[in-house]
């Protein structure tokens, strides 16, 4: 009986020594298959420590791959606590070269935690500042590396590029749109501590950072530098309260240029106010288009087949009726009888009101919905507005022959251009942008490409060249003559909007504006130019704004190799105008006989011979009358 008790004690033994034994195996078997990555690393953390090295921000660069926005290294001071042995004397010094007191310094350096990062004067370190730390030699006290967002161009493209804070995060414009992929990955270097957090004798383990992704813009850098001159000049010249310019591919809805003023230093924007750095007026400010909004009601009104331009007429006496209202024209008097092109020229407000009327409501507010006004474009920036339009249902006789000559509106600069653009692109409405591409930092190989995203088609490409025509002479024979370009094809709408305040409009106080387009006949880019109330002129859109957007369009003439033509409208000359001439073709000509063809001109020789064997200017160009001519002679 006792032995019986025996064996089965030993079995009951044995076999809880068997379970164990199960258990201890499985939990192995689980910890070192299941656990393991979990537990490695907690426990790697008890006694592995991280110095943190910033990845760089993603590049921004123009169409053409110059940097817009790029990064360079600084250097910041990193504690570990545990490893400062005299914590008295290294907060002192530190507090000495950091211009700090002593207690901030302390609190840092006595911190329980692993490490402590000093924020914020210990970040950006001056050359001769790191340099001063690094000879203190102090253990427990790191200097690491950290990337700075830096913009050559400073001010240039500000509000489309926007600014980053201390820790490179994006906080407005394309910085902050694409934070998400110009957001690098840190790095670290890794070394190991016992649990004092005593440094050990170990290797350390390096980290690299993996820097963001490349931003490709659809600015070219040569025409925005050449637009910034251009607003530098403006408020300079007439001392106006703001100015802007958007420069566009039509057929795209690429952005090429875009700025306002004021503008900002992006490197240095904690010296400007929230308001200056956060409002991107092509995209932010709305207002009354006035005038350049015609293109719309003329566009409408062709497609709706209501008027011919041609020999349709109409008589501005200077001012229409409309329930009790009366609308005037800028003209006192009026322009007369007029084709419905001459009212175009002449930007008479009482013909845009029998256009609209031809047109109808109903229709003109579908028109003015279907090229994207109302609603924000989307281009991809933040603090985009979508402007107002009068309700259908609340829009009175009044109300709709305002609207037919852009007041009592209100809209954006970048839905202007976007619409204009697509009045004169065939018909078709895109959606603007500003980021063309996203490319792998290292290797710069193409990520992810964004094509053209077209909207709808508005008008037909009959109505489009039409109204290119009509635009053309506007330039040519009307209020826009101070954009003509003598040798290139060169339409646009001048503008004249009355501001509001208090519900009253202003009085000498007007936003003037430009929207043009070259070559005429098949356009490669849109210019918009609005300034806010310039002091000391006459304030017309046609005596300020036209001849800004001119320069800008001579400017981009050459940055962007548009071919002259000689195809376009003569200009209709009044006595202060430069008159141009056509220069007739003396080559292969005798001497005398071009001499003769060439009455007027100054001309200088060059060469031996009898005979015109090359000229300069060529032929069949517009030159200024009395200009010099020079002929090669030959045989």
Known sequence: MFFNDIHTRIRYVFLVVICLILIVIVRVFVIQVFQYDKLS?????????KLP???????IVDRNGKELATNITTTSLVLIPNQIADKKAVSKDLAEILGVTYEEMFSHVSKKTSIERVHPEGRRLSYETAEKINNLNYDGV????????????????????GYVGIDNQGLSGLELYYDDYLTGEDGAIKYFSDGKGNRLELSEVYEAPTSGITIQTTIDLDLQLAVENELDNVISKYNAEHALAIVMDPDTGEVLAMSSRPNFDSNNYQDYTTEVINRNLPIWMTYEPGSTFKIITLASAIEEKVIDIFSDMYTDTGAIGVEGATLHCWKHGGHGTQTFLQVTENSCNPGFVVMGQKVGKEKLMEYIANFGFGKKTNIDLNGESSGIMFKLEKMGPVEHATTSF??????????QVTAVSAVINGGILYQPKIVKALNESETNTLIKEFGNAKIRQVISKETSNLVRYALESVVANGTGRNAYIENYRVGGKTGTA??????????????????GFLPADD???????AVDNPKGVSQYGGTVSAPIAKNIMQSAIEILDIKPSSKGMPKEYNWLDTKYVVVPNVVGKDLEEAEKLLKGFKIEY????SRVIYQ?????????????????LGN
């Open 616 to 632: 300069s200017p060529q032929a069949n160009y517009f030159t200024p009358e009395g200009s010099t001519i020079m002929l090669m």
């Open 142 to 161: 790191y200097l690491v590396k950290e990337s700075k967002r830096y913009y050559p161009y400073a001010s240039a493209l500000s509000h489309v590029l």
């Open 406 to 415: 852009g007041q009592g509106i209100s809209v954006t600069p970048i839905q």
């Open 41 to 49: 690393t907690l426990a790697d953390s008890l006694w592995s420590r």
């Open 498 to 515: 009355q501001k509001v305040s208090n519900g009253k409009y202003m009085i000498g106080n007007y936003i003037l504006s430009f929207i």
């Open 53 to 59: 090295i910033a990845a760089d921000r993603g590049l």
């Open 606 to 609: 060059t060469g031996k011979g």
């Open 523 to 529: 356009p490669e880019i849109v210019v918009y130019v």
